[in-house]
C-alpha cells in the first residue's frame, strides 16, 4: 500500500494550492508514481464544473487518473451525511475511494478542505480525523497576510497542538504571505517550541501576481459573455477602476493591469480603452468588463473588429456597482493552463523551501497512528484479496443475518449459514434483506451427513462415543460447521452470537485440534485505541497457564499479530519489572520470557520479548526511560500478555469501558483451521470484523 501525505491548512484562502504544486513537484522527483486525491470538493457535479485543484494538479503533472477517482464527495453530499449522523460512514468511505489509487501508486498526496463550508468552524477537526484514518502524515498551511507576530504564533500553535492532540503527525509548517521584516522572528519562535516534535517551519513571501485573478476567472465568477479577446483570457488584473466619470478623469486613473468596468453603452470610454492599448504613453490594460447587459453599438463593434490589437472585453447581466463589488471579493486561484502563473509559484516555493531537506523528511516520515476505522477498513480489504469461504451456524440469528448481507454486498467472504432452510429465508423476508449468493445448509438434510458422521465417529470412538449418539451430535449447528472446516467444506467457522463460548470451541478442540508444536490453543484480542491497535493475550481460554503454555501463548500472538500487520514487540506482564520483584508469580513469568526468547531464536530470531515488565512500563514512554531505559520493548510494546484469564479479562474490559476502545475478539491460535467465538452480546459490526479475520486466517493457514 502507498504512503500518504495530507496537506491542510488554518483557515479559508490559505495557499494550499502553491504548496501542493511545490510538493507534487517534490514528490515526482523522488518517487516513481504519485497520485493525488481530495476528501471533499466545493464543485458541485451536476452543474459540470470541476474542482480547480483537482484540474490543476492533474493537467500540470498529467496524472493518468480519471476525475472523478480523485475525490470522494462533494460538500452538498458531506451536508447530507452530516444532517443524518453518518459520520462513520463518511470515513469509511473516503477510505473505500482512495483504496484503488492506494493500490495503484506508490505516494498519495491528499489535499484537505477549502474552509468555505457551513462547518468550517471544525473544518480542522474533520482534516485531522481524515489524515487519521489515511494514516498519513500532515503539513499545515498558513496565512499570515496582514496579521501581527502575535497573531501568526498565536494561530498557528492552537491548529498545531489541535492537530498533535488528536494524534496526527506533523512534519512541516508552511506560513504564507510572510512580512519579510518578521518571519526569522516567527521561524525562531515556532521552532523552538515545536523542537521535540520535529516539525519544520518555512516561510512564503506575499507575491502580487500569485494574488491577482486572471479575467478568465472573474468572466467565470459573474457568469459573463466573452465578446473579444478570447484567447487572451489569462491575462492578470492588477488592479480594476470603475469609468463612472468624464472621459479625462478617467484616463488619469489607468494604471498597469487595469480592468476597466464601464456601463455596456459607454462608447466613449471603450474607444478610449481601445485607444490606450495602441498607445506607447499609457499604462497596459487587462481587458474591459460592460455592464448592464448591455453591448456595444453596432459602429462601436464594427472598431473593434477591424483593430489588429485588442484586450479581452466581457458582457454581465450585473449592473456596474454590483459587478465591482463581486469582482473586489474575488480570491485569485492558480488556474489549470495559467502557465505564468504556475511557474512563479513553483519557483517562490523552491526558493524558500529546502527541497532536499522537506522532500528527505516526507519520504522518510510516515504516520504510525492506526485507528479503529482504519484498522477495521483494512480488514475487510484484506479479506477481500483472497475470498474464503466462512460457515456461520447460528443461520437464524437476526444480527448474524444483517451481518451476512454486508459481507456478500461487499465481497468480503463466501457465506454459508446453518439451520432450517424454511425459518432462515422467512427471517430473511421478515428483516427485508437481500442476500443472493448465500448459501443455505440443513445438517440433517446435507449430502455430506452421512460422511461426517463416519468420519467423526473415527475421530472419537476411542473416547467410547457410538453411532447413535454420531447422528444426535452433527444435527448441532456448531459440531456440523466444525466438520465443514475440517473437510475443507468451509475456510472458517464463526459462531457465539446465541452459543456458549464451550458450545463453540469445544467441536474445534475434538476435530480441528492443534497445529504441529502448539500443545494448547489460546486466544488475544485486538484492542483499538484511538492512534494504535493493541494485542491482549489470553482473555478467554486458559485460566492459570504455567510457564510453558504463557511461553506458547506469546509466541502464537506475535503470529498473529503480523498476520494483521501488527509489528510484534511483547511485554509479558507481572506486578514488578525486570529484577525489582520477587515471588512465585513473578518467577512464573520470568521463566515464560526465557522458554519464549530460547523457543524464538530458532523460529522467529528478531522476536523482540521483555518480561517480567509492569504495564505502565510497558506502554508509557516516559515510565520507560526510568524502570527500562534499556529494553527495546518498553514504552512501546504492541503485545500485552498476562499472567492469568483473571487478570486479562479484566483488564481488556476496562481498558474497552474507560478508553472507549473498540475490543476485536477473541480471536482464536493454536488450530491448525481457524473457528472464531463471538460474545453473545456482540453487535453487526463485531460480527463483520470477527468474519474478516477468520478469512484472513484462512488465507494465512
Same mark, same amino acid.
Given at each position: ?10 483557515e479559508?484562502?490559505?495557499g494550499k494550492?502553491?504548496v501542493a504544486?511545490g510538493i507534487?513537484?517534490l514528490l515526482?522527483?523522488?518517487i516513481?508514481?504519485?497520485?493525488f486525491?481530495?476528501?471533499?470538493i466545493s464543485?458541485?457535479?451536476d452543474?459540470g ?5 483537482i484540474?490543476l ?13 480523485m475525490y ?33 501508486y506508490?505516494?498519495?498526496m491528499?489535499e484537505?478542505?477549502d474552509?468555505s463550508s457551513?462547518?468550517?468552524s471544525?473544518?480542522?477537526?474533520i482534516n485531522?480525523e481524515i489524515?487519521n484514518n489515511l ?6 498551511v498558513?496565512?499570515?497576510?496582514k496579521?501581527?507576530?502575535?497573531e &501568526?504564533i498565536h494561530?498557528?500553535e492552537?491548529s $498545531? @497542538?489541535?492537530?498533535?492532540?488528536k494524534?496526527n %503527525?506533523? !512534519? /512541516? ?7 519579510s521584516?518578521y518571519k526569522?522572528?516567527?521561524v525562531?519562535?515556532l521552532s523552538?517550541k515545536?523542537?521535540e516534535?520535529? &516539525?519544520q517551519?518555512y516561510?512564503?513571501p506575499? $507575491? @502580487?501576481?500569485l494574488?491577482?485573478?486572471?479575467? %478568465?476567472? !472573474? /468572466?467565470?465568477?459573474?457568469d459573463a ?5 478570447e484567447?487572451r483570457?489569462n ?8 469609468a463612472?466619470?468624464h472621459?479625462?478623469?478617467?484616463l488619469?486613473?489607468i494604471h ?9 453603452d459607454?462608447?466613449?470610454i471603450?474607444?478610449?480603452c481601445l485607444s490606450?492599448?495602441?498607445?506607447i504613453?499609457m499604462?497596459y490594460?487587462?481587458?474591459?468588463v460592460?455592464?448592464g447587459?448591455?453591448e456595444p ?5 464594427k472598431?473593434?473588429k477591424?483593430?489588429?490589437?485588442t ?5 454581465v447581466?450585473t ?7 463581486i469582482?473586489d471579493?474575488i480570491?485569485?486561484?492558480i488556474t489549470?493552463g495559467?502557465?505564468r ?5 513553483l519557483?517562490v516555493?523552491?526558493?524558500n523551501v ?5 522532500g528527505?523528511?516526507i ?12 484498522f477495521?477498513y483494512s480488514?475487510?480489504?484484506t ?5 474464503q469461504?466462512?460457515v456461520l451456524p447460528?443461520?437464524k440469528e ?7 448481507e454486508i ?6 467472504a463466501d ?6 432452510r424454511k ?29 461426517y458422521i463416519?468420519?467423526?465417529y ?5 473416547k ?6 454420531v ?12 466438520m ?6 468451509a475456510?472458517g ?8 463460548t ?8 475434538q ?10 490453543v489460546?486466544?488475544?484480542?485486538l484492542m483499538?485505541?484511538?492512534d494504535r491497535?493493541?494485542v491482549?493475550?489470553?482473555c478467554?481460554?486458559n485460566?492459570?497457564?504455567d510457564?510453558e503454555?504463557?511461553a506458547e501463548?506469546?509466541l502464537?500472538?506475535?503470529?498473529t499479530?503480523?498476520?494483521f500487520?501488527?509489528?510484534p514487540r511483547?511485554?509479558?506482564l ?9 515471588g ?6 520470568r521463566n515464560?520470557?526465557?522458554i519464549?526468547?530460547e523457543?524464538?531464536?530458532h523460529?522467529?530470531p528478531?522476536?523482540?520479548i521483555e518480561?517480567?515488565i ?6 508509557d ?5 526510568t ?14 500478555i ?6 486479562g479479562?479484566?483488564t481488556?474490559k ?6 472507549k476502545a473498540?475490543a476485536?475478539?477473541p480471536?482464536?491460535q493454536?488450530l491448525k483451521?481457524?473457528?472464531n ?5 456482540c453487535l ?16 494465512t493457514e
Amino acid at each position: 500500500m502507498s504512503r500518504k501525505l495530507y496537506i491542510t491548512s488554518t483557515e479559508a484562502k490559505s495557499g494550499k494550492s502553491l504548496v501542493a504544486l511545490g510538493i507534487m513537484e517534490l514528490l515526482l522527483r523522488n518517487i516513481g508514481k504519485v497520485g493525488f486525491f481530495r476528501p471533499f470538493i466545493s464543485a458541485q457535479t451536476d452543474d459540470g464544473k470541476k474542482d480547480n485543484d483537482i484540474k490543476l494538479i492533474s493537467e500540470t503533472y498529467n496524472l493518468d487518473i480519471p476525475y472523478q477517482d480523485m475525490y470522494a464527495y462533494t460538500l452538498s453530499e458531506v451536508s447530507q451525511l452530516m444532517v443524518d449522523s453518518n459520520y462513520n460512514q463518511l470515513i469509511e468511505d473516503i477510505l473505500k475511494k482512495i483504496e484503488p489509487l492506494a493500490e495503484k501508486y506508490d505516494f498519495i498526496m491528499c489535499e484537505g478542505t477549502d474552509f468555505s463550508s457551513t462547518y468550517s468552524s471544525f473544518e480542522l477537526d474533520i482534516n485531522a480525523e481524515i489524515a487519521n484514518n489515511l494514516g498519513a502524515s500532515v503539513l499545515l498551511v498558513a496565512n499570515v497576510y496582514k496579521k501581527s507576530v502575535s497573531e &501568526i504564533i498565536h494561530s498557528i500553535e492552537i491548529s $498545531i @497542538d489541535s492537530l498533535t492532540s488528536k494524534g496526527n %503527525k506533523v !512534519i /512541516a509548517t508552511f506560513v504564507n504571505r510572510v512580512n519579510s521584516k518578521y518571519k526569522k522572528e516567527i521561524v525562531s519562535k515556532l521552532s523552538e517550541k515545536y523542537k521535540e516534535q520535529d &516539525i519544520q517551519f518555512y516561510t512564503i513571501p506575499s $507575491i @502580487d501576481l500569485l494574488k491577482n485573478p486572471t479575467i %478568465k476567472e !472573474i /468572466a467565470d465568477i459573474l457568469d459573463a459573455k466573452v465578446l473579444y479577446g478570447e484567447t487572451r483570457l489569462n491575462q492578470h488584473v492588477h488592479n480594476y477602476v470603475v469609468a463612472a466619470m468624464h472621459l479625462n478623469n478617467f484616463l488619469e486613473r489607468i494604471h498597469h493591469g487595469s480592468l476597466i468596468i464601464t456601463p455596456g453603452d459607454r462608447a466613449d470610454i471603450i474607444v478610449a480603452c481601445l485607444s490606450a492599448v495602441s498607445s506607447i504613453n499609457m499604462p497596459y490594460i487587462a481587458g474591459i468588463v460592460l455592464t448592464g447587459g448591455i453591448e456595444p453599438a453596432p459602429s462601436v463593434l464594427k472598431l473593434i473588429k477591424g483593430l489588429k490589437k485588442t484586450i479581452p472585453i466581457i458582457s454581465v447581466k450585473t449592473d456596474t456597482f454590483l459587478s465591482a463589488r463581486i469582482i473586489d471579493k474575488i480570491h485569485a486561484v492558480i488556474t489549470p493552463g495559467d502557465n505564468r502563473k504556475v511557474n512563479l509559484a513553483l519557483a517562490v516555493f523552491e526558493q524558500n523551501v529546502d527541497m532536499d531537506q522537506l522532500g528527505g523528511k516526507i519520504i522518510n516520515s510516515y504516520s504510525i497512528t492506526v485507528t479503529p476505522k482504519m484498522f477495521e477498513y483494512s480488514l475487510l480489504a484484506t479479506a477481500r484479496v483472497n475470498k474464503q469461504h466462512i460457515v456461520l451456524p447460528e443461520g437464524k440469528e437476526h444480527r448474524i443475518l444483517r451481518a451476512a448481507e454486508i459481507l456478500l454486498r461487499r465481497e468480503v467472504a463466501d457465506i454459508t449459514l446453518l439451520g432450517n432452510r424454511k425459518q432462515i429465508e422467512s427471517k430473511i423476508i421478515e428483516l427485508g434483506l437481500k442476500m443472493d449468493g448465500v448459501n443455505i445448509i440443513e445438517p440433517g438434510k446435507s449430502e455430506y451427513f452421512n460422511e461426517y458422521i463416519e468420519q467423526y465417529y473415527e475421530l472419537r470412538k476411542h473416547k467410547g462415543v457410538t453411532k447413535d449418539k454420531v447422528s444426535d451430535i452433527l444435527l448441532d449447528v456448531n459440531f456440523f460447521g466444525t466438520m465443514m472446516v475440517y473437510n475443507g467444506h468451509a475456510d472458517g467457522l464463526v459462531s457465539g452470537s446465541i452459543h456458549t463460548t464451550a458450545a463453540t470451541i469445544r467441536p474445534a478442540f475434538q476435530i480441528i485440534k492443534t497445529k504441529p508444536g502448539c500443545k494448547i490453543v489460546s486466544s488475544v484480542m485486538l484492542m483499538c485505541l484511538k492512534d494504535r491497535v493493541l494485542v491482549y493475550g489470553d482473555c478467554a481460554i486458559n485460566p492459570n497457564p504455567d510457564s510453558e503454555e504463557l511461553a506458547e501463548i506469546a509466541l502464537s500472538s506475535a503470529k498473529t499479530a503480523r498476520m494483521f500487520n501488527i509489528e510484534p514487540r511483547i511485554a509479558m506482564l507481572s506486578y514488578s519489572t525486570g529484577d525489582s520483584g520477587t515471588g512465585d508469580d513473578v518467577e512464573l513469568v520470568r521463566n515464560a520470557v526465557r522458554i519464549a526468547r530460547e523457543k524464538a531464536k530458532h523460529i522467529d530470531p528478531d522476536l523482540k520479548i521483555e518480561g517480567p515488565i509492569q504495564y505502565d512500563a510497558a506502554i508509557d514512554p516516559d515510565v520507560a526511560k526510568t524502570k527500562m531505559p534499556e529494553s527495546e520493548v518498553a514504552g512501546k510494546a504492541t503485545i500485552f500478555i498476562f499472567p492469568d484469564l483473571n487478570t486479562g479479562n479484566n483488564t481488556y474490559k476496562a481498558v474497552q469501558r474507560s478508553a472507549k476502545a473498540i475490543a476485536i475478539g477473541p480471536i482464536l491460535q493454536g488450530l491448525k483451521k481457524p473457528v472464531n467465538d463471538l460474545s453473545r452480546g456482540c453487535l453487526i459490526p463485531d460480527i463483520i470484523n470477527t468474519v474478516a479475520i477468520t478469512a484472513i486466517q484462512a488465507q494465512t493457514e
